[in-house]
């Protein structure tokens, strides 16, 4: 994290580092037009946008996907950014918003935890290690909510920085996880996890947006990610 002091220098030297960065793509050749920066969470990059990508450069050779990620809200005005992958309730103000993927939330463990603890139902959870991730400190409280399981405290057990973290250490048996469904249904096929019970919770508009300054559709190369992003979260 930076201090306030980087953020003011960051802030100060922002534009003469764009200057730098355009400079160095025009001696390299390649231009700016072609080049997308796309900010996401390592979650989702990891366990969807990233596997998809290979698609999106067969058909434009021509453009160049550069991902980040981070948590951190997102400033277009500051930030050498064209777009972003958030998690909300859709509204954010002055930017274009596009939905993407549905925000399923269901319990995950591994084949061999579940056979272990003799995993059934929801009762079950009793006194298993609920696994959390810090940059989504409520899913499990919303989770046991919606399965009437108002006994079993919701924030108790071992916490991770990131979603796909507590996904891995439920792979390794250290727990149970709730997870985005639609990240982890590879892992689910392979029998890397699996569901040992429900309910599913559909978080409905709390989910996965992408957005971006409107002025972005005047590039031919963010359109063209844009078109072949919302035809990827069709088919989830």
């Known amino acids: 994290m930076l201090t306030a002091e980087g953020q003011q220098y960051l802030t100060e030297i922002g534009a003469s580092l764009d200057g730098i960065r355009r400079a160095t ?5 390649r231009s700016p037009s072609n080049v997308l920066k796309i900010r996401a969470y390592t979650t989702i990059a990891l366990k969807w946008l990233i596997p998809r990508l290979s698609s999106f450069h067969s058909t434009n050779k021509d453009i160049e996907v550069f991902i980040t990620t981070s948590v951190e809200d997102v400033n277009f005005n500051r930030e050498d950014i064209d777009g972003a992958i958030r ?19 269901v319990p995950i463990c591994s084949p061999s935890f579940r056979r272990q603890h003799r995993l059934r139902s929801t009762s079950d959870l009793d006194g ?28 108790a057990g071992p916490k991770y920085e990131s979603s796909v973290l507590a996904y891995q250490a439920a792979i390794e048996s250290q727990g149970v996880a709730v997870a985005t ?10 029998r890397l996890l699996v569901q040992p019970f429900g309910p599913e919770l559909d978080r409905g508009s709390f989910t996965y947006y992408l957005i971006y300054p409107r002025a972005r559709m005047r590039s031919r190369a963010f359109r063209e990610f844009r078109k072949w992003l919302l035809a990827e979260a069709m088919g989830n």
């Open 25 to 29: 793509r025009k001696l390299a050749g």
């Open 87 to 105: 998690l909300g309730d859709g509204r954010w103000p002055g930017y274009e918003v596009d939905r993407l993927i549905p925000n399923i939330m």
């Open 128 to 155: 298993v290690p609920l696994l959390h991730s810090l940059a989504r400190p409520d899913d499990w409280a919303e989770w046991l909510l919606n399965a009437g399981m108002k006994a079993i405290d919701p924030h």
């Open 181 to 190: 469904k639609v990240f982890v249904a590879k892992d689910l096929r392979r």
